[in-house]
């Protein structure tokens, strides 16, 4: 019955995660679109979209904070409810103010909401499945992220700006919905003592595995920012079809990860670190589309195993300390990373791609020396002593 609970837990937990992100992924495209339909110029309509970014950014260490007061659920919940303000501002005749406010809620509540969906997954697994439940948790939002903005595109030629507004408040409902029809599990695990914000931030536990994934997600903001404006300064079509293999081989691999992948994790997230400092290399090598694809599949792995592999890790390691609040403090690492390569990616202006993308190796390659000579050694330090205590 215990098991029964915990695998309903689990799929509710996932569906009610592809549509609640899709409430924002729905109108990323869309919000662009409206606005230059009403006549608001690039500078004013990337301000608005940059909202999003920096709520996002700061919801992530809240959010850590606020799940470990009300419980994962209960975040999940408000997250949902406060989204319900957004389509009452982007209709209401508030301008550019409505929109721009519209965007610092869907990053508020998409960012809480990611931290509680994965707290909430890490508690009701185990330690031999966590790997694979954060997997499948990472593939609903490479879900809501892939397909919701192509859905959004379609309604608003269809059915126009209304239509998508429409479909956000269905997608926020069924989330809704989902969520109320999760039923509390006990995890079992020890209650941690009260750490404040910053103890938690500097604990070596928790900001060691954040800036190994700052240094690895800075090639997604490096190459998926600027994939455009590089395959045009080599005179490379068809780059839509770097973002499909990419997508579906990081699907593939996260569906792979299973119970196996225990005995591997930190291997993993090496060999990770590995395959990103070697798409940096590639990438500056790259003449043609089939070298193009060769690299999307490289890629695709490391990436695809970064995140969920990573956060097992963590989540194993951090003896005493609030486990949402360091997801929370861990997923910024990822925003971060993000942000810092496409604002890097943008120095193509003055130096060479390919001398810009051998620079740039020098980042994940610095988060795999980090991992393997300081956060290894010391989350074997805490494992043996945790194993000690065990024993005794």
């Not at 903005?149 to 379609?154: E, F, M, S, V, Y």
């Not at 070298?291 to 490289?298: E, F, I, N, R, T």
Request: glycine residues 8%; proline residues 4%; positive net charge.
């Amino acid at each position: 019955m215990k098991f029964d609970i915990k695998i309903k837990n689990f799929a509710l937990v996932l569906a009610a995660t592809i549509a609640f992100i899709s409430t924002y992924y729905l109108m990323m495209p869309v919000i662009p679109s409206y606005m230059l339909q009403k006549g608001f110029d690039n500078m004013t309509i990337g301000l608005v979209v940059f909202f999003f970014s920096a709520s996002s950014l700061i919801a992530r260490p809240l959010g850590g904070v606020w799940v470990e007061k009300m419980g994962s659920r209960k975040l999940m919940l408000l997250s949902i409810v406060l989204f319900f303000i957004t389509p009452a501002l982007v209709k209401l005749p508030l301008g550019v103010a409505g929109l721009g406010m519209a965007q610092l809620i869907y990053g508020l509540t998409v960012g809480t909401f990611t931290v509680a969906s994965a707290t909430f997954t890490t508690d009701i697994s185990t330690s031999e499945t966590i790997a694979q439940f954060m997997g499948l948790n990472s593939i609903s939002f490479t879900i809501a992220k892939g397909m919701a903005p192509a859905l959004g595109i379609k309604l608003m030629d269809a059915a126009g700006f209304n239509g998508a507004v429409i479909a956000t408040v269905i997608a926020g409902l069924i989330a809704l919905i989902l969520v109320f029809l999760l039923a509390d599990v006990k995890t079992g695990r020890k209650t941690a003592k009260n750490s404040s914000f910053t103890e938690t931030l500097l604990n070596k536990y928790v900001f060691l595995p954040t800036i190994v994934l700052f240094c690895g997600m800075t090639t997604f903001g490096a190459i998926s920012a600027m994939l455009p404006v590089f395959a045009h300064e080599r005179g490379i079509t068809g780059i839509e079809y770097f973002f499909l293999i990419n997508t579906s081989i990081v699907v593939v691999s996260r569906l792979i990860i299973g119970p196996w992948s225990r005995r591997y994790l930190e291997t993993l997230v090496a060999l990770s670190m590995i395959l990103m400092t070697l798409t940096f290399l590639a990438m500056s090598m790259i003449r043609n589309f089939y070298q193009l694809v060769a690299v999307a599949l490289v890629y695709g792995v490391g990436f695809a195993i970064l995140f969920p592999i990573l956060t097992s890790v963590l989540v194993l390691h951090i003896p005493g300390i609030p486990r949402g609040m360091a997801l929370g403090i861990f997923s910024a690492g990822f925003d971060m990373g993000v942000a810092a390569g496409a604002l890097l990616g943008g120095f193509s202006q003055f130096i060479s791609f390919k001398v810009l993308y051998l620079v740039l190796s020098l980042v994940p390659l610095a988060g795999y020396l980090i991992f393997q000579y300081v956060y290894r050694p010391a989350i074997r330090t805490i494992a043996a002593r945790m194993e000690m205590n065990t024993a005794s």
